[in-house]
């Protein structure tokens, strides 16, 4: 057997530079590149051999923030169909936990990042080491233990050989549809420099294919039988259709049934806003059009959705008494939710098997005519909502939106994750193409936004990106606007400012809680938040990090900075600072609950109200059997 004497970060290396992933026929690099920030943990294990093995192999990117790290290799992901990913490399202690919001956001999207945090001696010349955490029960726990629960899959490698059969379990995982998610591979420091003989063949390239499953026959039959027994069938478009890349055989599902879509913040972009079946967002946050046809569907297909409460409004939004639920997905577990009949299958292959199926079978004109009317409707409030009559003044959030609206392309990205900005975009933004609609809701992470505008670049750098955040999300996580500028990575940053946590601050009032805690601002007489504005300039502090920032006072200012910030080769800041009075135009309100528990007794009236309000919603919620 031919073997190669290296360390074991050195084989680690050499071993992910020769892994792919193939679907379609088409190969991909599964992991393009490394991030990193080095310590005592990982200098001279990964460190070392990253700059050994050169570019080539494995080209290394230099973060600010562990966690943003992540965030920035799961913008990558998502950005390439999860067909390619990223690696993150942190030291022992503070740097590996810091990892633990990153992975709890990447394994509940499904969304593939390689972790490997430095950990403890395995050999235990001295104990305990600095950063590491001493249990008095167990000699073998550490920090890194605490992303066992957010990774899919876990490995400590405590001997040299242990790596081999570890490596290939990650990369299974990570190139598997159902099962991706954080890997995590925990590496003491000591054994990342201890040398072995590695067999050659651990070094060959090694293909992962990507499945696409069809569905069970006899599901099939059972699906088209209850989707032509239907009178008012309504499609639930999820994540899933982007990552199998089933956009095409939606647009011809639809086409040939005539059944209308409605779209989950991960879903939305699966047809085009202009497409005649689109009906918009569904749910707490979704379009009046979507939302009735929702509550009075007597068949509800989700495709590649995993039925969030926000879907679902809490199991308040599908009321028709005997609704039921046909669900195409890739995983069992979310294919058999709500008790429906079950497609396990690839979002692609069960579209383009159901459309086959249903050849000849149309729904009604009458419906049609309804949905498509009701879509009309929504249109002229999105209208509305962007409309500035006066472009001299300050712009609200929906005017921001407006005129970002009115400058990108079918190319642009637009990044969200948090705030009140989600809800904003769910029922008005106008998605043109697919992966336009980068919204992250499955953890819905404040700071999320600028890392993955840097690895949704990096994934598709002929596409302009734009990371919308308000301030309060610009505070969590400016930090990687460094690397943006130190790798010439052009992103646009729409910075919001709004003093405060605008979402919360809104939920805070609707549930009795008075918006208490969710101002920026000085401290009043009687102890709350509610003095002046606090005189922070989160303008300067983006020019300081070396973007180049652009002050927007106005609508009309606002439109001219967002073509300036398109056309720039450089990382930009467009600023604005909104306005919030109810004068304003502003976002059509929620079209369907959402459950926050309301005190069952309280003095204050807000809260008194408020409960009342619970019960009268919480009333509606049922169990799908």
């Not at 980068?438 to 002929?462: Q, T």
């Amino acid at each position: 057997m031919t073997t190669r004497r290296l360390t074991v970060a050195q084989a680690l290396v050499e071993f992910l530079g020769h892994q792919y992933t193939e679907r379609d026929g088409r190969r991909h690099r599964l992991i393009t590149a490394c991030w990193g920030i080095f310590g005592h943990g990982n200098v001279a294990g990964l460190g070392q051999a990253l700059l050994e093995s050169g570019p080539d192999t494995l080209p290394y990117l230099q973060g600010r923030n562990e966690q943003a790290m992540v965030h920035a290799a799961v913008g990558y992901a998502r950005q390439r169909d999860r067909l390619s990913a990223q690696a993150v490399t942190t030291s022992i202690g503070p740097g590996a936990t810091n990892l633990v919001t990153g992975a709890a956001l990447a394994t509940i999207n499904h969304l593939p990042v390689l972790l490997l945090p430095g950990d403890t001696f395995a050999t235990r010349p001295a104990d305990p080491v600095l950063q590491q955490l001493e249990v008095p029960y167990a000699g073998d726990v550490s920090v890194n233990d605490a992303l066992r629960p957010v990774s899919r899959y876990f490995d400590r490698v405590v001997r040299p050989e242990a790596l081999i059969p570890a490596a290939l379990q990650a990369m299974r995982v990570l190139a598997d549809p159902v099962d991706t998610g954080a890997v995590t591979l925990a590496l003491p420091q000591d054994v990342q420099a201890e040398a072995f003989d590695w067999p050659e063949e651990f070094f060959a390239d090694r293909v992962w294919h990507v499945r696409r499953p069809a569905p069970d026959t006899a599901a099939l039959a059972h699906a088209v039988h209850e989707i032509r027994a239907a009178h008012r069938p309504l499609i639930v478009a999820g994540g899933g259709i982007h990552h199998s890349e089933a956009e095409e055989a939606l647009h011809a599902l639809v086409d040939t049934t005539g059944m209308p879509v409605a779209s989950t913040q991960a879903g939305k972009g699966s047809l085009r806003h202009d497409h005649p079946a689109d009906v918009g967002g569904i749910g707490h946050t979704g379009t009046a059009v979507a939302d009735d046809l929702a509550r009075t569907a007597d068949l509800v297909i989700g495709v590649g959705t995993r039925y969030t409460d926000f879907t679902t409004a809490s199991n308040t939004l599908f009321a028709e008494p005997g609704v039921r639920f046909v669900n195409l997905n890739i995983a069992a577990f979310d294919a058999h939710k709500l008790s429906a009949t079950a497609l396990v299958a690839d979002a692609r292959a069960g579209l383009e098997a159901l459309t086959q199926a249903l050849a000849g079978h149309r729904v009604a004109e009458s419906y049609e005519a309804e949905y498509r009317a009701g879509k009309e409707r929504w249109e002229r409030l999105v209208d509305a909502a962007y409309a500035a009559e006066d472009a001299t003044v300050r712009p609200s959030q929906t005017q921001v939106l407006g005129a970002l609206d009115a400058v990108v392309g079918d190319a642009d990205i637009v990044i969200n994750a948090a705030g009140s900005l989600p809800g904003d975009l769910h029922k008005l933004w106008r998605a043109r193409s697919r992966r336009q609609y980068h919204l992250e809701y499955g953890y819905s992470c404040m700071g999320y936004e600028i890392p993955a505008a840097i690895g949704a670049r990096l994934a598709a750098p002929d596409r302009p990106v734009w990371a919308l955040v308000g301030d309060g999300t610009y505070l969590m996580m400016p930090t990687e606007i460094v690397t943006a500028v130190q790798e010439g990575v052009n992103i646009n940053v729409v910075l919001v400012q709004n003093h405060g946590y605008a979402s919360i601050g809104g939920l805070s009032e609707q549930t009795g809680g008075e918006r208490f805690g969710t101002a920026y601002r000085f401290r009043a007489a009687d102890g709350t938040y509610t003095g002046d504005p606090l005189p922070v300039d989160l303008a300067a502090n983006a020019a300081s990090l070396g973007m180049e920032v652009i002050r927007a006072e106005s609508v009309a200012g606002l439109r001219e900075a967002l073509a300036a910030a398109r056309a720039s080769d450089r990382p930009t800041c467009v600023y604005v600072e909104t306005e919030t009075a109810d004068t304003v135009p502003g976002a059509p309100g929620a079209q369907a609950w959402w459950d926050v528990p309301v005190a069952q007794t309280a003095t204050r009236p807000a809260a008194v109200q408020a409960r009342k309000d619970y019960d009268r919603q919480a009333a509606g919620r049922r169990r799908h059997l």
